[in-house]
């Protein structure tokens, strides 16, 4: 092996999956370079795992310009993007959320979801088609270096930078790749070998379901179906239960199947047998088996994400159920918030101490949306072992248990699927780097939320003109919102005290705006970036302006 060669950057990135993707994307966004370390190869396709870009993901997304190639992409225009339940994928359908397709997603304000707040609703496409998205958004960015084939073998770190190792998988016998780096984050999945090395340990509920999990490809599965075919179609039956996902509209299908508490392991259960059953189909029905998994669904948070200049990220700073396919978009949330309060640091404008605000926002939300996500796996399990017997019965009786039982889970899983709360109810209350005030944020469910200007919570949408969102218009730091025309000799006090402090502030003048939401009561606020509200008030001097921009930047 030769000597080891050595290259510096600002922040390196273990892991090329959606979140590390999208932390370069995010970074380069500010002009700052990353290195993204990953083991697998650049035309690898991931395996079929996420299914779900949420509303607050796509709103990510539309800010890197990536939103309209991952619209464009996943299932055909028509496909519905409905979740049906029914007794088997072919058999009779007892329920079904309308959630419109990607022909209609913009215009069709009739479902649960439809009339959301923000310039970007949530689409159904499968991880197999976002990634390839991201990698050719990353790649074309000359500030994001992609070491593909390469692995991680160690790191150490000091007061002043992280020193790693990297291996060319391919090339084993070759030099190994010193990287020095400003800050690391580990996006490496569940098994992060970043978190280990900080230390850091996943704490919470080992099992909370088990599940097989089949790709098939059955090319003849739509033409059988009773029923119109569905994004996400749960099987429900005295039988057996379990849920079938749309991969490409056509005729590639993920089937889950929940192994009840009886069976003692997946290899006690047959396979072939249980996705017979799901589908509901014979022995004779042909389909091909593209690739399988076991696997456990899990509770499970990561008891720190920062050592030093060490951070964790996605799964591996948290793994759960993938009710509400809140795993991989609430690693996108990290990626998006960390990213912000790394450039802060690169930028030199934000205090040390400002980086603690990565944990001390986003593990109480981790731990909160984990807790809602094992509930939520908790009530299902509890519904396959309440399925009525006589749910497939053509009778009285058995009609009458379809419309109840299908009602019920319907209420259940609309705010699952649905779930407003989610998506803009979360806040941060905690953060040593926003200015809060007398008001507590709205209490938020799964499924509901109030919207609310109270610092720490996502700043309410509005259009500041067609095709033009609040959001668009957001600076890159920080963007004080004025109001009140009346009141800009505050604003340009607030202008001065950033510009000493060497924060960046963009000004917006939204005062000409009719369509302003009532939760907006002050004359002023400041939103970061991320959409969340830091501060708010009706006027300033210079000394309360200087605090203010003091805390904001991490010295308050």
């Not at 097989?212 to 599965?221: G, K, V």
């Amino acid at each position: 092996m030769t000597a080891s060669v050595q290259v510096q950057a600002p922040v390196l990135i273990v892991g090329g999956g959606p979140v590390g993707m999208t932390m370069a994307l995010c970074l380069a966004k500010r002009g700052i370079a990353s290195y993204l370390v990953e083991l697998r190869s650049a035309n690898t396709l991931p395996d079929v795992k996420c299914n779900h870009i949420s509303a607050r993901s796509m709103e990510l997304f539309r800010s890197l310009g990536v939103s309209q190639d991952l619209r464009a992409a996943g299932l055909p225009d028509h496909y519905p993007h409905d979740v049906s339940y029914r007794t088997s994928t072919l058999g009779e359908e007892i329920a079904r959320i309308h959630i419109p397709g990607r022909n209609t997603r913009l215009s069709d304000h009739s479902g649960p979801d439809g009339n959301w707040p923000t310039p970007e609703p949530p689409h159904r496409i499968n991880q197999r088609y976002i990634e390839p998205i991201l990698r050719r958004h990353v790649d074309k960015h000359s500030l994001i270096t992609c070491l593909y084939r390469h692995q991680m073998v160690s790191f150490s770190q000091d007061e002043h930078q992280v020193t790693a190792q990297i291996q060319n998988l391919e090339l084993p016998d070759s030099s190994i790749l010193t990287l020095k780096a400003t800050y690391m984050v580990g996006c490496d999945g569940g098994r992060s070998m970043v978190r280990k090395g900080i230390g850091a340990q996943l704490v919470g509920d080992e099992v909370v379901q088990r599940v097989q999990s089949t790709c098939i490809r059955a090319p003849h599965l739509i033409a059988q179906m009773t029923a119109p075919p569905a994004w996400a179609m749960f099987t429900v039956n005295p039988r057996r239960s379990g849920n079938i996902y749309a991969i490409d509209g056509k005729e590639v299908w993920l089937i889950h199947n929940y192994l009840r508490d009886h069976e003692a392991d997946f290899e006690s259960v047959d396979r072939d047998g249980a996705i017979r059953t799901i589908l509901g189909v014979d022995a004779d029905f042909e389909y091909e088996v593209m690739s399988k998994e076991d696997w456990f669904g899990r509770r499970l948070v990561s008891d720190k994400l920062q050592q030093g200049r060490v951070f964790v990220a996605g799964d591996a700073a948290h793994l759960w159920v993938p009710y509400a396919g809140y795993g991989m978009n609430a690693g996108l949330a990290d990626a998006a918030n960390l990213a912000w309060h790394l450039s802060a640091q690169i930028e030199l404008w934000a205090a040390p101490l400002a980086l603690n605000a990565y944990e001390k926002e986003r593990h109480p939300i981790t731990e909160q949306v984990s807790r809602f996500a094992m509930n939520h796996a908790h009530e299902m399990s509890k519904r396959r072992q309440e399925i009525p017997p006589c749910l497939e019965e053509k009778s009285v009786e058995g009609a009458a248990a379809r419309a109840a039982f299908g009602q019920d889970l319907y209420n259940l899983n609309v705010q699952q699927y649905c779930c407003a709360g989610l998506n803009f109810g979360y806040f941060y209350d905690q953060s040593p780097v926003m200015v809060y005030d007398e008001e507590k944020a709205p209490d938020y469910s799964m499924g509901s939320y109030s919207a609310s200007s109270v610092p720490g919570c996502r700043a309410p949408h509005f259009w500041l003109e067609a095709g033009q969102s609040l959001y668009d218009a957001l600076g890159p730091a920080y963007t004080l919102l004025c109001f009140k025309p009346e009141f800009r000799a505050d604003a340009r006090v607030i202008e001065e005290a950033a510009i000493k402090a060497n924060m960046p502030l963009k000004i917006l003048d939204v005062s000409g705006h009719h369509d302003i939401p009532l939760e907006y009561r002050h004359h002023f606020a400041i939103v970061r970036a991320d959409a969340h509200t830091v501060w708010r008030g009706d006027q300033v001097n210079a000394e309360s302006a200087k605090q203010m921009i003091a805390k904001l930047c991490g010295y308050g």
